[in-house]
């Protein structure tokens, strides 16, 4: 079965740089969430689309944003980068009846050097 | 703050043994879900848990949420070197957005 794909797999830069980290959920699924996993961390929510529209917002800093597009892939763009930007992040998508039925990607370990 | 509280945080066994990990919360879940990740990849859902009381089994790991919808376990019978990860119990907001457990790091040795 597919699966959510997430690319790039790893990204490594440098501070003050941008990014641009893509997700193409399971075909058919609405919607599409963005996590941020920190070394020996849960992941905590960033940000959410249904539909191509912002649903919901956790935590994610004013440097980011991200979007849902018309194919309902969505990429997460980050500006001025911080060293404590480095981590693991994950999209997952799901069916917006399948509320609480997340299916995670591979995930995408940025390194901020 | 942590609304989902996991324990134990590590845990390190012989292979196996029987294991059962927690996660509990002070508010009322409609459902649950339990996660397993590895190092370097996404979580995977193992199961949503919805009714109260409701037991879920999964091969030799067994979920059970709690009567009041506030708590819920996973239990691992005979663990194998297999079952090495991070699990971790999740519940919907009722928005958007999922909230995660610390997670119970899980090493299973030969």
């Known amino acids: 079965a597919a699966g959510v794909i997430q690319s790039p797999r790893h990204l490594i830069k440098e501070k003050r740089e941008t990014a641009t980290l893509k997700c193409y959920p399971i075909?058919?699924?609405?919607?599409v969430y963005w996590y941020q996993q920190g070394p020996g961390q849960d992941p905590q929510f960033l940000i959410s689309?249904?539909?191509?529209?912002?649903?919901d917002k956790g935590s994610i800093p004013d440097r980011f944003s991200a979007q849902q597009f018309s194919d309902y892939h969505s990429e997460l763009n980050m500006s001025s980068l911080e060293l404590g930007d480095s981590a693991l992040y994950f999209c997952?998508?799901?069916?917006?009846?399948?509320?609480?039925?997340?299916?995670f990607g591979p995930g995408t370990r940025l390194t901020v050097l | 703050t942590q609304l989902l509280e996991q324990s134990p945080q590590f845990l390190s066994i012989q292979e196996g043994e029987n294991l059962t990990v927690y996660c509990n919360s002070s508010s009322v879940f409609s459902s649950l879900q339990w996660y397993r990740q590895e190092p370097g990849e996404g979580p995977v859902l193992l199961v949503t848990?919805?009714?109260?009381?409701e037991v879920k089994k999964l091969k030799r790991l067994t979920f059970q949420f709690g009567d009041a919808r506030k708590d819920s376990s996973l239990h691992i019978t005979a663990a194998q070197p297999g079952d090495t990860g991070l699990y971790l119990c999740?519940?919907?907001?009722?928005?958007?957005?999922?909230?995660f457990g610390a997670g119970t790091r899980l090493f299973v040795k030969a």
């Open positions: 997952a998508s799901s069916l917006r009846q399948g509320l609480d039925t997340q299916y």
């Open positions: 848990v919805v009714t109260g009381g």
């Open positions: 999740a519940r919907n907001t009722g928005g958007f957005k999922t909230i």
């Open positions: 689309f249904y539909e191509k529209m912002q649903s």
């Open positions: 075909p058919r699924h609405d919607t």
